[in-house]
């Protein structure tokens, strides 16, 4: 049990909140955690159109991968929760795997399915759309659902960080965000406060989502690709340096993180520094060829500047017919 001691004076007399413990918007019906999973995605979808527009690129594509990511994030990230609670022995998640309405989705494995299933259908239409350009449409553009998604996470009273009896790290935060995280769990079964994790991961989510999408790709500095390279690298930073905040902790997910930072990393310097640089076959052998891939044009959209990066067609029919990248 929880010594009182170390509960501070005014929470004595408080119902902690139940770890997992949901607002709803309907009782028993709506979750307060699903409206921000919504309000997530068409925050993100909105974000993309912009872009999508401004390349100039058919709104059919984007429905396509709307209809393939929303599905396909949601089964990703009840997959990634359940192994989650698997990896730790707890095999009666598997009794409701199906139920997401009190929570149990994970961040990273809801954005890996996607953007897997998302790079096999636009690489498949590399004709018509430069899957470069739409790989850092969409994926920084994720930030700002997590952003959301995260104060999801504090409706539900989880994804929150461990003990801190004297509330040093959410007393500045406000009353109504203190009470919140004054939660009781198998730790701490009469209620304690904790480090509002949630709210740190939030943060760093807008941040990211205002440099990569609202600076990066607005102006459109960088080459296609390098930023949606930067958000898996900036991702992994994150939850790498926030993993051990957790109070449940796991070293799977810091393992995951740590694979998104090196292959972010790696798939930055490709596309933005050896974009022109590709494989081919030549006399049965594999060679390293280049070609200008991209020509940059100055325009002009919603009254402001930004680079359009122009894709030059290479001719595979007299360059080489069997090249092993897009």
């Not at 501070?8 to 307060?32: C, M, T, V, Y």
Request: net charge positive.
């Amino acid at each position: 049990m929880t010594d009182n001691t170390t509960i501070p004076a005014d929470l004595i007399s408080e119902r902690p909140f139940k770890e997992g413990e949901a607002f709803w918007l309907i009782q028993d019906w709506i979750p307060i955690y699903a409206l921000t999973v919504v309000l997530g995605m068409i925050a993100s979808i909105i974000t993309i159109y912009f872009f999508w527009k401004r390349e100039g690129y058919k709104p059919d594509y984007l429905a396509a991968l709307i209809f393939i990511t929303i599905p396909i994030s949601i089964v990703g990230a009840r997959f990634g929760f359940i192994l989650e609670r698997l990896v730790v022995g707890d095999f009666s998640v598997l009794k409701n795997w199906y139920n997401i309405r009190q929570g149990g989705l994970s961040i990273q494995w809801g954005v890996i399915f996607p953007t897997i299933a998302n790079l096999i259908y636009i690489y498949r239409k590399r004709s018509k759309i430069d899957w470069r350009k739409c790989f850092s449409f969409i994926l920084p553009a994720v930030l700002v659902g997590q952003f959301i998604g995260r104060w999801g996470n504090f409706t539900n009273h989880e994804v929150y960080g461990f003990l801190d009896p004297e509330g040093k790290t959410v007393n500045w935060l406000g009353d109504f965000i203190r009470k919140n995280m004054f939660i009781s769990d198998k730790i701490a079964p009469d209620g304690q406060l904790r480090v509002p994790l949630f709210f740190y991961e939030s943060i760093v989510s807008l941040f990211g989502y205002i440099v990569l999408v609202w600076i990066f790709n607005l102006y459109s500095w960088l080459k296609p690709g390098s930023t949606g390279a930067l958000y898996i690298l900036y991702y992994g930073i994150v939850r790498s340096s926030m993993e051990y905040l957790r109070q449940e902790s796991y070293l799977y997910y810091f393992l995951i993180a740590i694979l998104m930072v090196i292959l972010g990393f790696f798939l930055f310097i490709r596309f933005q520094f050896f974009t022109n640089y590709y494989l081919k076959f030549e006399n049965k052998k594999i060679k390293i060829a280049f070609f200008e891939r991209y020509t940059k044009e100055k325009k002009i959209y919603a009254k402001l500047p930004w680079i359009r990066w122009n894709r030059n067609v290479l001719n595979f029919e007299e360059t080489n017919t069997k090249n092993l990248e897009g």
